[in-house]
């Protein structure tokens, strides 16, 4: 059973940065790609940031340029750099584990809430 757990989250003035980290339990976290999705009120998850087993990397368009993804496998923790942060990127970030190419499920995090006030 993987569980996964944020942290970093936060307010902040527009154009500023924050770092979300979550660490993982259990001993498949270098096998699988992992990642960060968000939800505003009223709106539905979105992927913003995800990095496969190999370190490809792909990001919304929303988040290019501003928002860099990394892992470290040593520690089980994935890590989401958030920098020139706008109004528009405030919601609850969640962090998701992608099993599914393994036969297995997604897992989540409880959510970190990031607010940014203009």
């Known amino acids: 059973q993987v569980q996964l757990v944020e942290s970093g989250g936060g307010s902040v003035q527009a154009g500023g940065s924050l770092k979300l980290s979550c660490a993982a339990s259990?001993?498949?976290?270098?096998?699988?790609?992992v990642g960060w999705y968000r939800q505003a009120p009223g709106k539905q998850r979105e992927m913003v940031a995800r990095i496969t087993r190999l370190r490809s990397t792909n990001y919304a368009d929303s988040v290019k340029g501003r928002f860099t993804i990394s892992r470290d496998n040593a520690k089980s923790t994935v890590y989401l750099q958030m920098s020139s942060l706008k109004p528009e990127d405030t919601a609850v970030y969640f962090c998701?584990?992608?099993?599914?190419?393994?036969?297995?499920?997604?897992?989540w995090g409880q959510g970190t809430q990031v607010t940014v006030s203009s």
């Open positions: 998701n584990l992608d099993a599914t190419s393994w036969g297995g499920r997604n897992y």
């Open positions: 259990g001993s498949s976290f270098s096998i699988n790609a």
